[in-house]
């Protein structure tokens, strides 16, 4: 059976009952606690039946394969916890209309970041598939979670940064292409950090990265301001 056929068996299944989407949920919901726990060297579909206390034979009637259990995740995760986490940005920032072009800018980063930490699990969730699937026909099919986190915020961080620019707001001779894709690296390697922190290891640190999520929009502020003006 193609890859094409199969999916649509599979969707004709969790069409045809409200059981079997149920059941299709139970089995992200196992293998999402069981990725988190264990990491990737242990995900298998002979252990994730075993977790689930169900045949292998069971389990490949929602999945065809492990790669199609992350890329499931993946599909679970992507529309709800990151738009949730974009919306509630996007609607923090549109209320701040007050101050300038370039503080606009730095508060859109600063509470993406902070909201990110209400979504940790998650984070830790893509970054494990993105690293499990990196050679796979599953990262070729999905664009690559983290990028959709920074390029979500790009487009308004571009707009605000020219409107900032146009103020005079900024430094002399700034390239700006080259400040966005500065400010777009920081951004993606600080979620790789918290992303890869252990449960413990973020429950410790938290205070710690708040207090590094500040210094970092300090850092940029001055990266990016006209001193003159300050």
């Given at each position: 059976?193609?890859?094409?056929?199969?999916?649509?068996?599979?969707?004709?299944?969790?069409?045809s009952?409200?059981?079997?989407?149920?059941?299709?949920?139970?089995?992200?919901?196992?293998?999402?606690?069981?990725?988190?726990?264990?990491?990737?060297?242990?995900?298998?579909?002979?252990?994730?039946?075993?977790?689930?206390?169900?045949?292998?034979?069971?389990?490949?009637?929602?999945?065809?394969?492990?790669?199609?259990?992350?890329?499931?995740?993946?599909?679970?995760?992507?529309?709800?916890?990151?738009?949730?986490?974009?919306?509630?940005?996007?609607?923090?920032?549109?209320?701040?209309?007050?101050?300038?072009?370039?503080?606009?800018?730095?508060?859109?980063?600063?509470?993406?970041?902070?909201?990110?930490?209400?979504?940790k699990?998650?984070?830790?969730?893509?970054?494990?598939?993105?690293t499990?699937?990196?050679?796979?026909?599953?990262?070729?099919?999905?664009?690559?979670?983290?990028?959709?986190y920074?390029?979500?915020?790009?487009?308004?961080?571009?707009?605000?940064?020219?409107?900032?620019?146009?103020?005079?707001?900024?430094?002399?001779?700034?390239?700006?292409?080259?400040?966005?894709?500065?400010?777009?690296r920081?951004?993606?390697?600080?979620?790789?950090?918290?992303?890869?922190?252990?449960?413990?290891?973020?429950?410790?640190?938290?205070?710690?990265?708040?207090?590094?999520?500040?210094?970092?929009?300090?850092?940029?502020?001055?990266?990016?301001?006209?001193?003159?003006?300050?």
């Amino acid at each position: 059976m193609d890859q094409t056929a199969y999916f649509n068996q599979r969707n004709e299944l969790l069409l045809s009952s409200s059981n079997a989407f149920q059941d299709l949920m139970q089995l992200l919901s196992a293998a999402r606690k069981m990725l988190l726990k264990d990491g990737p060297a242990s995900f298998t579909m002979q252990n994730l039946a075993k977790n689930l206390d169900i045949s292998t034979v069971t389990l490949y009637k929602y999945f065809k394969n492990m790669d199609d259990v992350l890329s499931a995740l993946k599909d679970e995760i992507i529309p709800h916890t990151v738009a949730q986490t974009l919306d509630a940005n996007e609607t923090l920032a549109l209320s701040q209309t007050k101050g300038s072009a370039l503080e606009q800018f730095l508060l859109l980063f600063h509470s993406f970041l902070n909201e990110i930490f209400k979504h940790k699990d998650d984070l830790t969730l893509l970054l494990l598939i993105e690293t499990y699937t990196q050679d796979t026909p599953v990262s070729k099919r999905q664009s690559d979670t983290i990028t959709l986190y920074s390029e979500a915020l790009d487009k308004q961080a571009e707009l605000l940064l020219t409107e900032a620019q146009q103020n005079g707001e900024l430094r002399q001779g700034i390239d700006l292409p080259l400040s966005l894709s500065f400010v777009h690296r920081l951004v993606l390697s600080t979620l790789q950090h918290i992303g890869l922190l252990s449960a413990r290891e973020f429950r410790n640190q938290k205070d710690e990265l708040q207090e590094y999520i500040d210094e970092i929009i300090n850092m940029l502020r001055t990266y990016l301001s006209d001193s003159s003006k300050a």
